[in-house]
T-cell receptor, first 113, second 114 residues
């Protein structure tokens, strides 16, 4: 079985401050990992993904994430938060032989001016 | 390329009715997956279709079914609707069947069951 843990359903961050969203996965084999963002009344948009190439993955809108196998983590960061980053963020995992995405519970990010 | 489109965007039904949701994938994509999103359960996988065949199914009752047509468009059907079926239903498409491939999501169909 595979699962994803995202701690802290709501995350508040000041504009210009570091955004850090934590994601830990459990998987018996190396997984593929994804971060998606969802704006109100919209579907999910891919921010970045890890597919066993580079462990540091850069995505859109200034986000990046680092795959750490020893910690089974794939935390998402952005150096400086912008008001437009207010949204819900989901970490997801899939692995070879299983075509479904398993999602974490999500982090609702609020950016404080 | 146009993105994934879903129709209708909003739907209100009453308990006991059935509903059909439609999804048109990105041109050239052969795989379509469906997910249910609710505040309590989050995002849950329903099923995946590839070249008109169901390849994977989530842990949902048989009231939830789907199909895929030769042009890769997909429909999902929910029969005998229950209040708990109120949710945002998301469709996602990808080119083939690789797990590393990005799934591109549509805007969803918001279903309200009264």
């Amino acid at each position: 079985a595979q699962s994803v843990t995202q701690l802290g359903s709501h995350v508040s961050v000041s504009e210009g401050a570091l955004v850090l969203l934590r994601c830990n996965y459990s998987s018996s084999v190396p997984p593929y990992l994804f971060w998606y963002v969802q704006y109100p009344n919209q579907g999910l948009q891919l921010l970045l993904k890890y597919t066993s190439a580079a462990t540091l993955v850069k995505g859109i809108n200034g986000f990046e994430a680092e795959f750490k196998k020893s910690e089974t983590s794939f935390h998402l960061t952005k150096p400086s938060a912008h008001m437009s980053d207010a949204a819900e963020y989901f970490c997801a995992v899939s692995r070879y032989g299983n075509n479904r995405l398993a999602f974490g519970k999500g982090n609702q990010v609020v950016v404080i001016p | 390329k146009a993105g994934v489109t879903q129709t209708p965007r909003y739907l209100i039904k009453t308990r006991g009715q059935q509903v059909t949701l439609s999804c048109s994938p990105i041109s050239g994509h052969r795989s379509v997956s469906w997910y249910q999103q609710t505040p309590g359960q989050g995002l849950q996988f329903l099923f995946e279709y590839f070249s008109e065949t169901q390849r994977n199914k989530g842990n949902f009752p048989g009231r939830f079914s789907g199909r895929q047509f030769s042009n890769s468009r997909s429909e999902m059907n929910v029969s005998t609707l229950e209040l708990g079926d109120s949710a945002l239903y998301l469709c996602a498409s990808r080119p083939g069947s690789g797990n590393q491939e990005t799934q591109y999501f549509g805007p969803g169909t918001r279903l309200l069951v009264l």
